[in-house]
């Protein structure tokens, strides 16, 4: 038995939950697992009922998870509010108290969408890398940090335990893949951008199988949108990797589609990339694709289960092929569907999909 907690949060995450669970049902079904479900609320939702962003009580049922699937924090509603009252902060301190150090974000290109990209399809095609971004260091959490009205100062360190253990990870997740691992830094102008490619490469050394190199974080920019096709797994930090993970999204074609994982030694995170889409929140609008990859990565990752992961994905493939769409990635004689549809639409294929294979084996 699992025990998955559910953080619908606010705007879109709501929508997409549901149709991240109704994903996560049919696996239960089909594969005979057993989930066991509970929600709770975060962000912007948690402060109109409890003022505060984060409750213990919310973080107590994280503490007691095997695994968690977190919709979307944020809305223009909340954005006056002080910085540790704001929707994000619940989403920093989660990050920090679950240990959650390694956020895994893939730029995959599905087929069916290269037309929506901005680059030409034939830098286009065969993308597929993913952003290793570390997650509970660096700027966003370095001390001293303050404010006032004469100045404004943040610290950027890391520490050899932090760039370690993220380093391991990179290479580890490179040599399931095509065992090259690029370090985005700073290192011609920041000191601890020196530290931390000394420390990857002092790491390496145990990994002298999987290919590495050093990219400075602007270099890094410009290649993913002039060249995406030469990574596999970029390995940055966490300043670096929020921004260089939206360049890898935006260059797949929509941020609706794209799953992330964030991991830690004991727990786990999954959440899609895309915000809360206020602006479309509540109209049965919102691409669920990136929450159902999401979970895709959930059965992976958390659950080993790599036959129902990989599944989701076809599912997701075929009901592109078949021309369903969201808004978001509508096209030229494309189907428009809802939330709710696209979602039907994807448990179908996968059931589909699943009895298709489990027919192929019996016969074998
Ligand atoms: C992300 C987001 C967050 C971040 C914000 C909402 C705090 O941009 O997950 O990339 O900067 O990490
Ligand atoms: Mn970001």
Known sequence: MYKIILLPGDGIGIEVTKSALSVMK???????????FEKHLIGGSSYDAYGEPLTKETLQACYNSDAVFLGAVGGYKWESLPHNLKPEAALLKLRKALGLFTNIRPA???????DSSSLKKEVLSGVDFLVLRELTGGIYFGEPREFDANHGLNTMVYFKDEVERIAHMAFKIARERNNKVT??????????????RNVVHQVHKE????????LYVDNAAMQIVHN?????VILTSNLFGDILSDIAGMITGSLGMLPSASLGNKYALYEPVHGSAPDIAGQNKANPLAAIASVAMMFDY????KKAASLINEAIVKTLEDGYRTVDIQS?????VSTEKMTQIVITNFKELYHNQAIGLFTL
């Open 26 to 36: 049919t696996v239960a079904e089909l594969f005979n697992v057993e989930l066991e």
């Open 108 to 114: 995959k290109i599905y087929k069916p969408l290269i």
């Open 183 to 196: 370090s985005v830094d700073k290192a011609n102008v920041l000191e601890v951008s020196q530290f931390w």
């Open 207 to 214: 990994y002298e199988d999987v290919l590495l190199n050093d």
């Open 228 to 232: 995406p096709k030469q990574f596999d």
């Open 302 to 305: 958390s659950f080993e289960m």
């Open 332 to 336: 030229e004689g494309c189907k428009i």
